[in-house]
């Protein structure tokens, strides 16, 4: 399967600093070219671990496109960064033996960037469009007949002379990802045959996904090892894979041994502070303004971005998904609301004492 990439806007800023998150979910600019063959990305529905209720939906569908040699029903992805929609997409056009065109919604601003992309497409392809909520109307609106009829309809000349013209274009499937699916307009949002979530990965499915990592790079990892990596790794592959990267170098440099233990992986952490449970200086800023500040809340989310000089977007997008999903987090009618269970794991890594 061949792989066409145009994606030109995937790092990860997230704050208005401008500031690299080194546990954030999007991709660091250094990993930016690594991404294009990205070395640790599974190549079938067998090495994508975890997600089995995605999987098996995914599955079905194919093998009865397949079947009726047909191409694949317009798929929605959506969830958090790092999850895996990229994969699967790139998943679904390998074992549909067909090529994938990569490509993410800010490289499609002008209508002839749309038109470029459709019109140089072989029957049954497949075309992934990260960030999708992102397309601007024009783009949607020349989307619409693509996906519905397989036509494009074009304007062609200017003013009283101009008129339309529909062309016809061969059978696709697009694949859309989201990190915001409420953001979709729902025309657009109706035009997926299928819509399918990526949750925050399990322990145990993170560590399938740091051993076979850690093999693929020739790296021995110990269990205990693995498991501390898959409990830092805030849900997300992406995180898990950047962790093992990380301790790599960590332990060429400060370790003798050839395997990796848990005192090379408590030792790397330490040094890029994220502490026990993944959590970096963003978090503990965020939980340590609402526990010493508000007494745990509830506070309102402009409040909390006014007094962090974070833009509100970032902190619900960005800081808040995990924080919620480790039970550290309630958002409430009346604010945010820090758990028992986040000011104890925040006494215990205070902004004093964040050694872990
Ligand atoms: P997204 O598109 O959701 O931001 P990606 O598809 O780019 O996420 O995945 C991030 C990285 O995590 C990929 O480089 C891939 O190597 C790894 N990854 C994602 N999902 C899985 C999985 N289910 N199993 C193993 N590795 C995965």
Known sequence: MAIVSSITNHSCLPNDKGEERFVGSRLLKEEIKLSKQDSFRPK?????????????????????????????????LYGPPGLGKTT????????????????????????RDIVGLLINMQPRELIFVDEIHR?????????????????????VGKGSSSRMR?????????????????????????????SQRLDFYNYLDLEKIIKRSAN??????????????????????RIANRLIRRVRDYA?????SSIIDVQVVNDALELYRVDQRGLDATDRSYLGLLINQYEGGPVGLETLAAALGEDSTTLETVVEPYLMQIGFLQRTARGRLVTPVAEKHYLLTSPNKIEI
Do not use: C, W
């Open 166 to 194: 529909s062309i016809e274009i061969p059978p696709f499937t697009l694949v859309g990802a989201t990190t915001k699916p409420g953001s979709l307009s729902s025309p657009m949002r109706d035009r997926f045959g299928i």
């Open 216 to 237: 693929l790079i020739n790296l021995s990892i110990s269990e205990e090892a693995s498991h501390q990596l898959a409990r830092r790794s805030r849900g997300t592959p």
């Open 252 to 256: 060429e440099v400060h370790s003798s």
């Open 135 to 155: 397309l601007n109307r024009i783009s949607q609106e020349l989307l619409y007949p693509a996906m519905e009829d397989r036509r494009l309809d074009l304007t």
């Open 44 to 76: 079938s529905f067998k090495e994508f671990l975890g997600q089995s209720e995605l999987k098996k939906v995914l599955e079905i569908s194919v093998k009865a496109s397949l079947t009726r040699g047909e191409a694949l029903d317009h798929l929605m």
């Open 88 to 111: 699967m997409a790139l998943v679904i056009a390998e074992e549909l033996g067909v090529k994938a065109r990569v490509t993410s919604a800010p490289a499609l601003e002008r209508p």
